[in-house]
């Protein structure tokens, strides 16, 4: 059965001549951390909307459980989501804002203080929300997700103007909740942070799907380990590097960057052929140049770099 | 670059969790739409306050009236003594009481917009046309009920005041207790009207604008038009319109019926209600 399950196909999203969201493809499971990934104005949060039936698309469909977000009776029991923590009426109570939401989905009284409880705002169940800080407005917007008892989680940028330890109780609570098998959806820009929290990553750029890969897999594809040589002679090493089946590329800082060989063969080349190397080293790289490599091109927003 | 997309790894040591919440038993969803924007009407400030202050000025407007006109009857002329319609006059603070019940009207719908509270809503009630609906439903009710209390207390005190040569009204009167009821029935489709004049502009400089633009500036600039034109459109527009339901004697006459003209006004408000029902279902938010 299709249960905690999104599933997107061909999910588009036009405003005019812009595309925000360009035929995705992707299914989220359950039991997993999901870390929606993708640079500021990727498509990502229109995205969401569309899985929470706000935004409508413009083609293909995205379903929850199987069904239309708006066929379904009691959202909040399938799929609770916080997509802006001061999406709130600041005179409204934290008590009185779930207690609103509870009802609309049929969902008892007593569940509200459990979630309280639960994200910590026990304390200020009964103050007006306008005077919370940011990490309280997050928790609050947590709490509402989690009211249903739903299968399936939405969170956008949850950690973004966090302190460390809000960031670190989400990301724990992110991780508890796809071990109970819950399904996982979070978006965010900052890949450090998905390679702490998400085990499953679907990257997009410009609105397109560019992987939907396990966290393991993207840095091993994204690695390609290289050597970066420095040489006196750069020109003539760089030919010789490519007769033994090395690919070379020369960078403007005057490195050369060696893959296909390792860093003992060059090393021994070298020697053979009378080179004198001023640096010789391992580059293992991160995942943040994986994630780097994969989205350049898809940035929508970049300032120029300085010269 | 390439889409690359690979079987997502299976973790068969995570099984699917059981949730356990259901909803109430004998939940309904209209039920629960209704109790929770009877939650959210109650929960902030700004309702209760509107109300009572709309309460309070329909009240207080009958009194300070009927003071007023006992203490300046003699210095009335006899066209103005001819013309007086102590219903009407009793119930003249329905006249200010519109600017509160309006404004809660249209900040009912932009309020939540504004906030960006409507995508919680309907992401927890995606039947967008039946929270709309309902909403119009739960303030619409609380604004006739209360808005008709207010409108026979007006009356009673300011009948109170009518002593003397003043002439007063008694609720068995031809049209009277038609006029006190029509207190509360205007109040509450200027509420409706503000309701989805909020929900289609989704903004509350713009709301406000069009509601008191068309209930209080269109008279005034329909005034301006050469000759009788403006004399003989007036009695069409809404605000003059509805109006003619807590009056006794038609102040011109050109004046639609009673029933008419609140039909009319009811008209409009069911025009722009509709507009906002289809307008919410087809509109990101």
Not at chain 1, 12 to 25: C, E, I, M, N, P
Not at chain 2, 55 to 74: C, D, E, N, P, T
Not at chain 2, 170 to 186: E, K, Q, Y
Request: glycine share 12%.
């Amino acid at each position: 059965m299709d249960t905690h399950v999104i599933e997107a196909r061909g999910l588009s999203k036009r405003y005019g001549a812009t595309t925000a969201v360009d035929r995705l493809d992707f299914r989220v499971e359950p039991g997993r951390v999901t870390g929606f990934l993708g640079p500021n104005g990727a498509g990502k949060s229109t995205t969401m909307r569309m899985i929470l039936g706000l935004d409508l698309p413009t083609s293909g469909s995205v379903l929850v459980n199987g069904r239309d977000y708006q066929g379904i009776v009691w959202p909040l029991h399938e799929i609770g989501a916080l997509l802006d923590a001061r999406a709130v009426h600041p005179g409204r109570t934290a008590y009185r804002h779930l207690h609103s939401l509870a009802a609309a989905n049929g969902i008892p009284r007593p569940r509200v203080d459990a979630v309280l409880e639960q994200v910590g705002l026990t304390s200020v169940a009964h103050r007006r929300v306008g005077g919370f800080s940011l990490g309280m407005s997050q928790r609050l917007g947590i709490a509402g997700a989690l009211l249903g008892d739903p299968g399936i989680l939405l969170f956008d940028e949850p950690v973004n103007g966090l302190d460390p330890d809000g960031i670190l109780w989400i990301r724990t609570l992110m991780r508890s909740l796809a071990a109970e098998g819950r399904t996982v959806l979070v978006s965010s820009h900052l890949m450090s942070e998905m390679a702490l929290t998400a085990d499953h990553l679907l990257v997009i750029g410009e609105g397109r799907l560019l992987a939907d890969t396990s966290l393991d897999e993207l840095i091993a594809r994204g690695a390609g380990d290289r050597v970066e040589v420095r040489a006196v002679e750069r020109a003539r090493l760089a030919a010789e590097l490519r007769e033994v089946g090395a690919e070379v590329t020369l960078e403007p800082d005057g490195t050369l960057q060696v893959t296909g060989v390792g860093s003992a063969a060059i090393g021994e080349l070298a020697a053979a052929r009378g080179h004198v190397l001023h640096q010789l080293r391992d580059v293992t790289s991160s995942l943040e140049e994986a994630y780097f490599r994969l989205t350049e091109g898809s940035v929508v927003y970049r300032a120029p770099v300085p010269a | 670059m390439s889409a690359h997309v690979t079987e997502p790894p299976r973790r068969p040591e995570h099984p699917q969790v059981r949730t356990r919440l259901r909803p109430r038993a004998g939940a309904t969803r209209l039920g629960a739409t209704a109790r929770s924007e009877w939650i959210k009407l109650w929960s902030v400030r700004s309702a209760p306050a509107a109300l009572a202050a709309a309460v309070l000025v329909v009240v207080v407007g009958g009194f300070v009236l009927g003071a007023g006109y006992r203490s300046g009857w003699a210095s009335l002329s006899p066209g103005d003594r001819r013309s007086f319609d102590p219903t009407f006059t009793s119930l003249r603070g329905v006249q200010l009481a519109q600017l509160f019940v309006g404004s809660l009207g249209v900040l009912a719908l932009t309020g939540e917009y504004a906030t960006g509270l409507i995508r919680t809503t309907l992401a927890a009630t995606p039947q967008r046309a039946q929270v709309l609906a309902v909403k119009a439903l739960v303030l619409g009710l609380v604004v006739w009920a209360l808005c008709t209390a207010a409108s026979f207390a007006a009356f009673a005190i300011g009948q109170s005041q009518f002593t003397g040569p003043v002439p007063h009204a008694s609720p068995g009167g031809p049209g009277v207790l038609r006029a006190v009821l029509g207190g509360g029935i205007f109040l509450t489709l200027v509420v409706l009207f503000g309701m989805a004049l909020g929900a289609l502009t989704r903004s509350t400089p713009l709301g406000l604008a069009s509601l008191f633009g068309v209930l209080l500036v269109l008279p005034v600039a329909v005034q301006l038009l050469p000759g009788s034109v403006g004399e003989r459109v007036d009695p069409y527009l809404p605000g003059e319109a509805g109006s003619q339901l807590w009056r006794v004697v038609p102040p011109s006459p050109h004046s639609l019926a009673p029933w008419t003209g609140a039909g009319l006004f009811a008209l409009y408000v069911a025009v722009a209600a509709g507009a906002a029902l289809v307008l919410v279902r087809r509109r990101d938010v």
